[in-house]
């Protein structure tokens, strides 16, 4: 059994309590095979942005890709210091993507491993005191 927060290569959905759910193939597919859970979503950014999960993707080579539906959420902010906090070993590199956000959030390590200096750049990213 898995600990909170902890994941593997492959696709995921991660509930911010610290439920992980693995995809077997792609987030879509996962949506079409669980339509009660779905709610009606067919893609990946409609389910974050209606359910508050995140989907997070982590890749062989190290990088690990999250969409949030608002990275300055205190759930979802804290979902993702744990995510990095458990798996930090295996996270060269971090993309995160929001919907309401142009661009992407990109960072390597070390500075995966320094949630103070990640938390600031987050908070650059999503314009917060601009």
């Known amino acids: 059994m898995?600990?909170?927060?902890?994941?593997?290569?492959?696709a995921w959905w991660l509930v911010p309590?610290?439920?992980?759910i693995a995809v077997s193939s792609f987030h879509e597919s996962w949506l079409a095979s669980h339509p009660a859970i779905a709610g009606g979503a067919l893609h990946?950014?409609?389910?974050?942005q209606k359910s508050g999960w995140l989907s997070v993707t982590q890749y062989s080579d190290g990088m690990l890709?999250?969409?949030?539906?608002?990275?300055l959420d205190p759930?979802?902010?804290e979902?993702?210091?744990?995510?990095?906090?458990?798996?930090?070993?295996?996270?060269k590199k971090l993309v995160v993507f929001v919907p309401v956000i142009d661009g992407?959030?990109?960072?390597?390590?070390?500075?995966?491993?320094?949630?103070?200096?990640?938390?600031?750049?987050?908070?650059?990213?999503?314009?917060?005191?601009?």
């Open 79 to 91: 979902a993702l210091r744990k995510l990095l906090e458990v798996n930090g070993g295996a996270i």
């Open 2 to 10: 898995r600990k909170p927060f902890e994941i593997s290569t492959g």
């Open 65 to 71: 890709e999250v969409i949030s539906r608002d990275i």
């Open 17 to 20: 309590d610290g439920r992980t």
């Open 75 to 77: 759930r979802q902010r």
């Open 44 to 48: 990946t950014v409609d389910f974050v």
């Open 104 to 130: 992407c959030l990109t960072a390597e390590a070390p500075l995966t491993a320094d949630w103070e200096r990640l938390s600031r750049n987050l908070d650059a990213f999503a314009g917060k005191g601009t």
